[in-house]
């Protein structure tokens, strides 16, 4: 019988692990020296709290089936989860805000054809926190971790959930459903067929186009007829791409304003991106200001702000610039006779204590000499440590 993986799932094999592990040690490194903290929350939640507000749809879930009544589901990502740990233990005795925490683990989806999907996302969520400076905050944050991963070519994609939201109510009721799922789906061809009125049409039509260098797209958007009421929100747009811009940290190429840019979860309540490069969407994230409340006993919310990166998109961007082989063991110890093993381990700890980030390997058969040396080669070993019947050991360079 051969024993498949499920559709979606697969194995890492160790090249694959040293490859996450070189992007997620460098990615932690920054997190935490912008002073966030490591979280973990449960792979398995019940699936009420995964979708708690409306915001995470239960069909992108794996449900469990379990003896309990409640339904269990295996997280499908992390700012509801934690929002979750977080909502009652903010503001009190047990934690001031702002809290700065990161995590680094599995996420699970079911896919529409009902297969499910095991990635990996290292992230950031930034709670009790608001205004230009936390939205500052979080953008180059992003920014700093994807340079440092020496990640090239990458844009952020950022829109606003609240100033869109606010965009669309311009729009008579009947017709924002199908104006939002073609600006949504960027479907320029169903907006121009749909029955509109003209001057709303010609609304829509401007909307889809809010595309593309920030200060190109904010001037058109301060110019149009229809939103000389959301002047506030627009200005803060203006205040937070100034900001991005003063640093200087990173080219003002890099950001894309698209107010008609939309997350597929529904907790996001101001600016929201997402990083694109080659055709991966490396990270996501936004502002959700009401989420925790969902979860507050009181239903008290705090402002949060947050990221992730999805690692295995990550990975393909950046395939090249990755290690490509495996770091091999320093040394291979070699007992002669069975008399010699003892020896052999204790010649192998010395080396271990002593070379303290090297590997070292012991040979496990009395195999020929040559035989043992053309293994060496094989696995890439420079060096062999012969160990005689009396313990004294010989070493020997092998090429
Ligand atoms: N959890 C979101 C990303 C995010 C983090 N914080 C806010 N948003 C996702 O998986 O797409």
Redesign the pocket.
């Given at each position: 019988m051969v024993h498949q993986l499920p559709t979606g799932a697969k194995d890492l094999l160790p090249l694959d692990v040293a490859q996450k592990r070189w992007i997620e040690s460098r990615i932690q490194q920054v997190f935490q020296s912008w002073g966030y903290q490591r979280i973990i929350t449960p792979t398995v939640e019940h699936l009420r709290s995964l979708t708690a507000g409306g915001a995470v749809d239960p069909e992108s879930v794996i449900q469990l089936h379990s003896n309990s009544i409640d339904i269990l589901g295996l997280r499908p990502?992390?700012?509801a989860s934690i929002a979750r740990a977080y909502a009652a233990r903010l503001g009190g005795n047990v934690a001031t805000c702002p809290q700065r925490l990161y995590y680094n683990a599995n996420?699970f989806r079911r896919r529409s054809n009902n297969t499910s999907e095991e990635s990996f996302?290292a992230?950031v969520?930034l709670l009790g926190a608001s205004g230009l400076l936390a939205d500052g905050e979080i953008l180059m944050l992003l920014a700093e971790s994807l340079d440092r991963v020496e990640l090239e070519n990458w844009q952020i994609i950022l829109g606003d959930a609240r100033l869109t939201g606010a965009l669309l109510e311009l729009f008579p009721e009947q017709y924002r459903d199908k104006v939002r799922q073609c600006l949504a789906s960027l479907d320029r061809i169903s907006l121009q067929e749909m029955d509109l009125p003209t001057d709303v049409k010609g609304y829509a039509l401007e909307l889809i186009d809010l595309r593309g260098k920030p200060k190109d797209v904010l001037s058109r958007l301060s110019n149009s007829a229809w939103t000389s009421s959301l002047t506030g929100e627009i200005n803060y747009l203006k205040s937070l791409i100034e900001l991005w811009e003063s640093t200087g940290t990173t080219s003002v190429d890099r950001l894309i304003l698209d107010l008609s840019f939309m997350q597929?979860?529904d907790y996001y309540t101001g600016i929201v991106f997402e990083v694109a490069c080659n055709n991966y969407v490396v990270a996501?994230?936004?502002r959700?200001d009401h989420l925790l409340g969902v979860y507050h006993p009181q239903n008290i919310s705090y402002p949060s702000?947050?990221?992730?990166i999805n690692l295995e998109d990550l990975q393909q961007a950046l395939q090249s610039r990755l290690p490509q082989t495996l770091v091999t063991s320093k040394c291979l110890v070699v007992a002669q006779s069975p008399k010699a093993m003892q020896s052999a381990f204790a010649y192998a700890a010395k080396l271990r204590q002593d070379l303290a980030s090297d590997a070292i390997e012991l040979e496990l058969e009395f195999r020929a000499e040559t035989e043992v040396r053309n293994h060496a080669r094989l696995r890439g070993i420079t060096q062999i440590a012969w160990i005689s019947n009396d313990g004294a050991a010989s070493l020997e360079s092998v090429s």
């Open positions: 990502e992390f700012t996420v996302q992230g969520e597929t979860f996501q994230g936004g959700y702000i947050g990221f992730c």
